[in-house]
């Protein structure tokens, strides 16, 4: 490997100005760096790397480095060998825990450097939540001729720091590698990702990196390399299409004080003209209704894809949808597939091609899929929120079916579990969604938090306990009338029955102070419990019955004051 190295610094604020090329001088936040221990004959690093993944998708400022060392990482059966001699080294240093493990910034939680996959997220929003002392900015570019890549690493402190010295690291990682892994989702041909393959730095202290000396606050920094990509690593070939190069600063060998990854650009390095399509990150579902399909648009060429033109054969009508944009060379985007509007019938079957790329005719891939009708209930509905710690990480918003927000509910307290009741009236047949996005794609699950959506009449269109990864979506349709008995206003009324709880709930404002009768009647009017309670008038009123002991059907629950009443049908299933 042939390395050539510069490095500068300039404490003079004109000097900086006159040569720094890009590496911000505004104080940021620490982008996260997971180093994944993993190994192919581990049955729950499957887990870890999608684990990975998604805090990847969660966080465009996280990177992640997959080293597979250790003993589950030996091949055997004539598997390959994913080893390299400075994984090893750091998975000695670090790993005094098993696999999947991985470390965080390097940094320390809970009195240790390596923690489990369930640690992962959380410390990477801790570790989001502090000021990054230097700003890295990396360019690079591979050459097909010479087979190297150019490597171009600038940093600017933004903040004093304590340390003598730092450490700039800068590692090779690939991506699309198939071959063995052990565990669920495993196989002989699973994809592996964002693996470790090489270092840069390299020079004196190995896997440690490159001394940046006497940083301070105001100094920026450049290394450059001239890099020989290896065309194999244990007889496994390296391919540069599929390399990303990653970037860190760390305070000695902890302690990553920020980090940063970039795709290389190509010269003379020549790929056919292609591109497949892919299924969205976030899942459809099995109830759908929007005019716009969301899809991975993967190039697969040298050259950048401004357009694409897709066909969508929606219960046997056809559509040419067109999309507009920029996916450089070798990179994955989401694609927004914006279609005419649609019927949309109990069950449907799409199907979407590729077949055009800037404006030239291409055959290509198709993805397919099924969805059912939105669930129909009344216009007015009734939601009930249990938000979990993060509340703040959380949106809840009502969408139409062109994706526009029409109602946000919230925000809502964090570190406070609480549930919340919230009522809306939205227009008569009208298809909506209503979509739970968390932010950290970890659902509401600390604890478990859950929504439940209500009909005018009581009846339950949905409950959803378990809350995970991006969210949730459900879709309605408001095409139903309530059945509702009133023969007296009273205001915000929401009777159903909890499927969870076994009890019949009720919530309400009452218009006066003053003693409240609940009465519960079997369908053919028969009283089966009467409650007296008492209220203030303006306070709301959240009170519950048991039902777990009656049979499955129809029941009538009647609430009787002084200035109204109100009789509502509940169905207990």
Known sequence: MKIRLFFLIFLVVFYFLSFAQGASTTLQKKSILLEEFTGIYCGYCPQGHELAHYLMNANEHAYVVAIHAGFLAEPDYGDPDYRIAGGEILDASY???????????????????????????????????EDAPVNILLTTVFDGNTHKLSVKAEGYYTMEVTEASHRLNIVVIENNIIGHQSGIGGGSNYLHNRMLRSFITQMNEAVWGEEIVAPTQGSYFEFNYDYDLPEHINDIPIKPENIEIIAFVCAGKTDVLNVTGAKPSYINFVKPFEATLLEAERKMGARYGFNFFDAQLQNLSHKTITSATFELNLNGEIQKIEWNGEIPAFQTRPVLLTIEPYIINTSNQYAIQLIALNNEPYNGNTISGSFNEPVATTPKIFIEIKTDLYADENQFVIKDRDGNIVATFGPYKSNEVAVYNETITLDKDVTYCLEVMDQWWDGMLEPRGYIKLHSEDGELITQNYQISLFGEKVFIHTSKESSSIVSHTMQQSHIFYDTWEQQIKISFFPLATGKIELLLYSVTGVLLLKKTVYAEEGTKCNLSLPASHYDNGIYFIRIETEKSTITKKIIKY
């Open 95 to 129: 790993n005094d825990y098993g696999y999947p493990s991985g470390l965080i910034n390097r940094k320390l939680f809970d009195g240790t450097y390596i923690m489990n996959r369930g640690g992962w997220i959380k410390s990477a929003k801790a570790t989001h939540a």
